[in-house]
């Protein structure tokens, strides 16, 4: 998570966490895409992004097949609107 939602407290951090880990709203607006790995929601008044990227094992490169676990980290980043 970024450090913008970090500074919030842990109270909002635990808050953050558990909404992105319930996300099931998955729409046009928040996933073109029909990947489910980007969502907008706001929690405590605050509109939060959350996305997640793929990398090769190696983290250096965006992964071969982001589709395929042996070949691919996936990286969870929980960040505010206005840091995107």
């Not at 109270?11 to 998955?26: D, L, N, W």
């Not at 729409?27 to 996305?51: C, I, M, S, T, Y």
């Not at 094992?57 to 206005?82: E, F, N, Q, Y």
Request: negative net charge; aromatic residues 12%.
């Amino acid at each position: 998570m970024t450090a913008g939602v970090q500074c919030l407290g842990l109270a909002f951090v635990g808050a953050a966490t558990f909404a992105v880990r319930s996300f099931e709203r998955f729409d046009e607006a928040n996933d073109p895409h029909g990947e489910h790995d980007f969502g907008a929601l706001v929690v405590q008044g605050r509109k939060l992004f959350w996305k997640i990227d793929y990398y090769d094992l190696d983290m250096t490169h965006g992964s071969p097949d982001p589709s395929d676990p042996a070949v691919t980290r996936r990286v969870l980043t929980i960040m505010l609107a206005s840091e995107y």
